[in-house]
């Protein structure tokens, strides 16, 4: 069966930290994979995407990584700050409606 | 660009009533995609429109379900006869069709939470 996994526990880690958030997948061949960032009571925002011929993206202090041979992804804020306290989703892009599937979430605590 | 936009934030609603949403999407987006996100899970795809026509629905999408595009522009989701499992965070999104990072990302709006009660 199809399936996106992401930590189901949260992380926490301290300011200053890089945090390194995981996504896996099976039995889905995506064009492109994206990453959104969810506040509590708020819809997605947008942060990253990636396509399957590429290896790395990155945007300020984020990164992410697509290896379609492990199915997985990895999204890494550097530098993390308090205010990135947030859920993080991985989303799959599928077929011609382009629709997504999105991961559980991972929910990320950033301390002093 | 306003942003996606969605009416109302918030709806408590008692078992067996009919309720419907609204969404406003980016004005040159043509495509407009429903999903729901229940607590601790990540949002699910419903529905979605290119213009003014649905081309997909999902399973989850019952037949108490139905979604319209009149026009092309704004979107209503109305849920008949509602049951307790439909409470839930109903959200809406937009993009434009294309291949481009810009076209491809979906943009979405602060969704309607339903409390069926």
């Known amino acids: 069966s199809q399936k996106i996994e992401q930590n189901s526990e949260a992380l926490n880690i301290q300011e200053g930290k890089t945090a390194t958030l995981t996504c896996n997948y099976t039995?889905?061949?995506?064009?492109?994979l994206q990453w959104y960032r969810q506040d509590p009571g708020r819809g997605p925002v947008f942060l990253l995407l990636?396509?399957?011929?590429?290896k790395e993206k990155r945007k300020e202090r984020l990164k992410v990584t697509f290896d379609t041979t492990l199915k997985q992804s990895l999204f890494h804020i550097t530098a993390s700050q308090p205010a990135d306290s947030a859920t993080y989703l991985c989303?799959?892009?599928?077929?011609?409606?382009?629709?997504?599937?999105f991961g559980t979430g991972t929910r990320l605590q950033v301390t002093l | 660009d306003t942003g996606v936009s969605q009416d109302p934030r918030h709806k408590i609603t008692k078992r067996g009533q009919n309720v419907t949403f609204r969404c406003d999407p980016i004005?040159?987006?043509?495509?407009l995609y429903w999903y729901r996100q229940t607590l601790g899970q990540g949002p699910e795809f419903l529905t979605y429109f290119q213009n003014e026509a649905q081309l997909e629905k999902s399973r989850l999408l019952s037949d108490r379900f139905s979604a319209e595009r009149p026009k092309g522009s704004f979107s209503t989701l109305e849920i008949q006869r509602t049951e307790q499992g439909d409470s839930a965070m109903y959200l809406c999104?937009?993009?434009?069709?294309?291949?481009?990072?810009?076209?491809?990302?979906?943009?979405f709006g602060p969704g309607t939470r339903l409390t069926v009660l």
């Open positions: 999104a937009s993009r434009t069709a294309g291949t481009s990072v810009r076209t491809d990302t979906q943009y």
């Open positions: 004005s040159e987006h043509n495509r």
């Open positions: 989303a799959l892009v599928t077929g011609t409606a382009s629709k997504l599937t």
């Open positions: 039995n889905y061949s995506p064009a492109y």
């Open positions: 990636i396509r399957e011929n590429e």
